[in-house]
């Protein structure tokens, strides 16, 4: 069933990416397609796999871990996009490649100290910035967001690759846009001041692709127009 959906969705999505990214003037590689498999069983990950995508993200980390244990752990790169509890960072780290979601520096402290006791080298992370500034979302504020992110950066056991945001539940471009430029000029201040910060930018969910692309999205995170509803649990 999922294999049969993906013939129809994944072109769709790979168009609306290429159409997004050649009205901005950009070349569609450089966006990266994660597959969000959340609220789907592990056959949507397979089938995914099994269509050539190489990027498989989760919200939680139970399913992560059940999916990639079902999957393979090498058989894709894992990205785990949601909320991440301090006390769940090993089992994170042990079964995710990208950690979109380090929405506060108590995490990105915790995660640090994991990979320095655990000798895993500098993990990779994005940090999660509310630049909508909606109370529900997580990350870090945006007034202070500077700040809170050198600091960050500072950490010996991250490597900060980028940015992340999600937007608003909207279809007003304006202010879908306004929400992922401003994440876009965040990054830019904070490679000015440290060039070693990466330049990705996750941003983009199925409402709201192709504004995120126009804003320079590096990594849009699609679930529902490649698998489907889901049952929200
Ligand atoms: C669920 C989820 C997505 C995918 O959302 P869709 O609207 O189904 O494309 C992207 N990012 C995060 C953080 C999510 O939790």
Request: net charge neutral; aromatic share 2%.
């Amino acid at each position: 069933m999922y294999r049969d959906r993906l013939r129809e969705t994944l072109p769709r999505v790979r168009d609306a990416i290429a159409r997004a990214a050649a009205a901005a003037g950009r070349d569609p590689g450089e966006v990266r397609l994660v597959a969000v498999t959340k609220g789907h069983p592990v056959e949507a990950g397979l089938a995914a796999v099994e269509a050539g995508i190489a990027d498989l993200g989760e919200n939680r980390v139970g399913e992560l871990e059940e999916k990639v244990a079902r999957v393979g752990r090498e058989r894709v790169r894992w990205h785990m996009i949601g909320h991440l509890q301090r006390r769940k960072v090993p089992t994170a780290l042990a079964v995710s490649d990208l950690i979109h979601s380090v929405d506060s520096i108590r995490l990105a402290q915790r995660i640090s100290r994991v990979a320095e006791e655990g000798g895993l080298g500098r993990v990779a992370v994005l940090l999660q910035v509310n630049t909508s500034g909606e109370a529900a979302k997580g990350g870090f504020a945006p007034e202070r967001a500077l700040e809170a992110l050198l600091e960050t950066a500072e950490l010996p056991g991250l490597e900060v690759r980028g940015l992340m945001t999600m937007a608003p539940l909207t279809d007003d471009e304006l202010v879908l846009r306004t929400t992922f430029g401003r994440l876009r000029e965040l990054r830019d201040a904070l490679r000015s001041r440290r060039p070693d910060v990466g330049g990705e930018l996750s941003m983009g969910m199925t409402n709201d692709l192709p504004s995120a692309v126009a804003e320079g999205s590096t990594m849009v995170r699609i679930g529902t127009a490649l698998f489907g509803e889901r049952s929200e649990a």
